[in-house]
């Protein structure tokens, strides 16, 4: 009989180191506890929507800053930009023709050149 009652106390403190065991291992340590996010860090996570809402990284790369936006030129600017392009064309039209114009000037001159020399020489010739 009191290997009986010895067996079932035995037995029952193997249950228990068990469950002790089993207990050790589902606990969470006090890192883990540590490591665990709080109510609070819930809270303060974004939701899926806001990440969906969230400009990445590429967006902002690509806005234009402030600064860029200052810098920008104006529908006036623009129209002023284009003015000077237009009277700036105006002025190298003016400056070929002017070219051209004189580069028949300097053809009829060496022409004229060219016969005069030859009335020299032929001048020359007959003294």
């Known amino acids: 009989m009191l290997e009986a009652v010895l067996q079932q106390v035995l037995t029952k403190l193997n249950e228990l180191q068990a469950e002790m065991n089993n207990m050790r291992q589902t606990m969470a340590t006090k890192q883990d506890l540590e490591n665990m996010a709080t109510k609070q860090d819930l809270e303060n996570m974004a939701t899926k929507q806001d990440l ?26 623009l129209k002023m930009i284009q003015q000077a392009v237009l009277e700036t064309n105006e002025i190298v039209k003016n400056i070929e023709a002017n070219q051209k114009r004189q580069e028949r000037i300097l053809d009829v001159l060496s ?10 020489t032929d001048l020359r010739c007959v003294k």
Do not use: C, F, G
């Open 52 to 77: 969906e809402n969230m400009a990445t990284k590429q967006d902002l790369e690509n806005m234009a800053t402030k600064q860029d936006l200052e810098n920008m030129a104006t529908k006036q600017d």
């Open 111 to 120: 022409k004229r050149s060219i016969e005069h020399e030859a009335q020299i």
